[in-house]
Structure formats: structure tokens, C-alpha cells
């Protein structure tokens, strides 16, 4: 009776975790059909920062940004994130971690979730150690990977890492 309840547990979690996935994706596909997020996108290809969009992402732990993923004029794929309707920072995918590199540090640094639902690159406040910080003294924004996972026992959880050196900045584990 215990095995046939832990396989019923294990399917369970395997069909949230992947609804979990599936809403994420669908949020992703309405969110690149809005009107607002095709205009910010037409811009950045109109102001050469990106010459063509493959993804766009929203990150609001702290700041709210929209993340555009492309490749610029000279081939490299890069980020760069809007805030307000105007560019605030962009980087090349080569300078930082990927997201894999970055799963791959949390899970090493702590027992991260048991599934990555979605990743997302984001910036803190500027001055900030961290997401959902206040502002701090300094103006640098720091770039960070938020990991967005579900736990072995069926809890969510947020885990933020550092885009260039892979620390865990922070977690959160959302309660029910």
C-alpha cells in the first residue's frame, strides 16, 4: 500500500510540476502578444541594442522589468532589460552564467528545488544586494538568475543566484 501511495505522490507531482510549466509557458506567449511588449521590442530593434527578439521574460522580484533575449549586430546573443518603457542595462550571454550553469551552482550550493519550472535574469535595485531589496548607496544594478522550482515535497520555491560568480544570493520558499 505505501509503494502504490508514493507512485500516486510521484504522478501527482509530475503532472502540477508540469502544469506549472505549461502555465509558465502560455504566460510567456501571451505576454510576447501584447501590443506594449511588441513595441518595446520593435524599438530595441529599431535602436540596434537587439537585431532580432527570440524571448521575452517579465522579472518583478523587486524591480518590475521586462528581459528581451536576441542577438545584436554583431551575432551575439544578448539580454537586456526595460524598465518603465526605456532600456536600463543590456549584457552579452557570454559575460554571466547561463541558466543551466546557474542551476547547476544552486543545486551544488543547497538543496535546491527538484524541478526547474522557469529562469529568469534580473536586476536588483541599483545599490541593492539582493531581490526585493531597497536601493542602496552605490548605482551599479546587480544582474541575478531568479530560479523558479518545485521542491521534492510539492512546495515552490525562488532561488537567486549570482549571474557571474554562481552564490546564492537568497531563497524564498513559498508556504501554502
Known amino acids: 500500500m505505501k509503494r502504490s501511495g508514493g507512485v500516486f505522490l510521484a504522478v501527482v507531482m509530475g503532472l502540477l ?9 502560455a504566460e510567456n506567449q501571451t505576454l510576447a502578444a501584447r501590443p506594449e511588449v511588441q513595441s518595446l521590442g520593435q524599438s530595441l530593434v529599431q535602436s540596434g541594442l537587439l ?3 527570440d524571448r521575452v521574460d517579465f522579472y518583478g522580484a523587486g524591480p518590475a522589468f521586462y528581459v ?3 542577438e545584436d549586430d554583431t551575432g ?8 518603465g518603457g526605456r532600456p536600463i542595462l ?6 554571466g552564467l547561463t541558466a543551466d550553469q546557474a542551476w547547476r551552482a544552486a543545486q551544488a550550493a543547497q538543496p535546491a528545488p527538484a524541478q526547474l519550472i522557469h529562469a529568469v535574469p534580473g536586476l536588483t535595485e541599483p545599490g541593492a544586494s539582493g531581490p526585493g531589496d531597497p536601493p542602496g548607496s552605490g548605482t551599479e544594478r546587480r544582474v541575478l538568475w531568479e530560479l523558479f522550482g518545485m521542491t521534492g515535497n510539492g512546495l515552490y520555491e525562488y532561488v537567486y543566484v549570482d549571474w557571474e560568480t554562481g552564490a546564492v544570493v537568497r531563497t524564498y520558499l513559498l508556504q501554502s
Open 68 to 70: 528581451f533575449t536576441g
Open 90 to 95: 543590456k549584457r552579452y550571454v557570454e559575460e
Open 51 to 53: 537585431t532580432r527578439i
Open 17 to 25: 510540476a508540469s502544469a506549472g510549466a505549461g502555465l509558465w509557458y
Open 76 to 83: 551575439k546573443p544578448a539580454y537586456v532589460w526595460v524598465q
